[in-house]
């Protein structure tokens, strides 16, 4: 199976091939990318220094443009399609239908990719992807099990490609309005789910809040470490309990179950993780890249250390083992 790889910048692209990435997926810095963070992301020069040092290297570089298109302004996304295909980009990774439909017509022979934001999840929807714009390959969502995606995979005429280590949704990807509320701003049309524009950080008494816009998400007393706030991810009073409402601040971490991801038909496991910096993709993507090869008791104590680099320090199987229905 590939290794699939994160990219925030340039420096994070070379460590994730240098560490053993089959493939790195990346965008560029506007809002075509839901990724779209200050200080993140890639020119249109940077990128095609990246994709060169990649292809030099054997690595493959696959490109986002996971938001959806804004009526009116689709030309941004259609820019950034033909700028990133004739850069060389080896896959596209597109959410929109829309955009799909361009990128098939325009750019027949580029490889396109169903993003996770697709929320594509039964083998209909897929099947439907796969004729209408020759998908290749489709990121399942974080929310089905290891059995369902089995039952997908013999059903579907794409490539699978799934998540198994860094940040979890909890909600279905490319569905989700939640920060929206709060800041205005569409993760899935601008790109930003909580934006630092709307973070702020305030001192009351001993404890340290969290807001995000004009809400309290967060209070975090002395000695605990404050997280980012995003409204999935806040502590409320809810009736009598205090307590986090959606998900709690945990990573996934399914490389246990890489074995049977495999039997299940499963081309490609993805590293979630854009947004971290350079020394954890290398961390993170050297270690992943010796457990796929390792067997599973050695591949035990390489992923034991991996618990320190997820979101507090605690880690879930997330869906892959759900046993309720």
């Known amino acids: 199976?590939?290794?699939?790889?994160?990219a925030g910048t340039p420096a994070a692209f070379r460590e994730a091939v240098d560490a053993g990435a089959d493939a790195v997926y990346c965008g560029f810095r506007d809002e075509t990318n839901a990724r779209n963070f200050p200080g993140l992301n890639f020119s249109r020069e940077e990128l095609r220094e990246a994709i060169a040092y990649a292809h030099a290297r054997g690595v493959e570089t696959f490109v986002a443009l996971n938001t959806f298109m804004r009526a009116g302004d689709e030309e941004i996304w259609y820019r950034a399609a033909a700028d990133a295909v004739a850069l060389g980009a080896d896959a596209l990774i597109l959410a929109d239908f829309g955009l799909m439909a361009h990128v098939a017509e325009r750019y027949p022979e580029q490889r396109l990719h169903v993003s996770v934001q697709a929320s594509a999840s039964n083998p209909e929807a897929i099947g439907f992807l796969v004729e209408a714009f020759n998908a290749k390959r489709v990121v399942l969502p974080r929310t089905l099990t290891v059995a369902d995606i089995a039952r997908i995979?013999?059903?579907?005429?794409?490539e699978m490609e799934v998540?198994?280590?860094g940040g979890l949704c909890v909600m279905a990807e490319g569905r989700c309005s939640l920060s929206s509320y709060a800041t205005g701003k569409s993760p899935n049309m601008n790109g930003v789910c909580s934006p630092a524009s709307h973070v702020h950080y305030r001192k009351d008494g001993r404890d340290m809040?969290?807001?995000?816009?004009?809400?309290?998400i967060n209070r975090f007393p002395a000695g605990e470490a404050a997280g980012y706030p995003t409204l999935c991810k806040g502590r409320f009073d809810i009736a009598d309990s205090h307590a986090y409402a959606f998900e709690d601040p945990?990573?996934?971490d399914a490389m246990g179950e890489i074995d049977a991801l495999r039997a299940a038909g499963v081309s490609a496991l993805k590293i979630e993780g854009r947004q971290r910096?350079?020394?954890?993709?290398a961390d993170v993507v050297s270690t992943l890249r010796k457990a796929l090869d390792a067997t599973p008791a050695e591949r035990e104590r390489l992923l034991a250390r991996m618990h320190?680099?997820?979101e507090g320090q605690k880690t879930t199987t997330g869906a892959y083992e759900k046993r309720w229905r």
Request: proline content about 6%; charged content about 20%; overall charge neutral.
């Open 250 to 252: 945990v990573s996934l």
């Open 1 to 6: 199976m590939e290794l699939i790889c994160p």
């Open 163 to 165: 998540f198994v280590f």
């Open 308 to 310: 320190g680099m997820s």
């Open 277 to 281: 910096g350079k020394a954890y993709v």
């Open 209 to 216: 809040v969290s807001e995000l816009g004009d809400f309290t």
């Open 153 to 158: 995979g013999k059903r579907i005429p794409c």
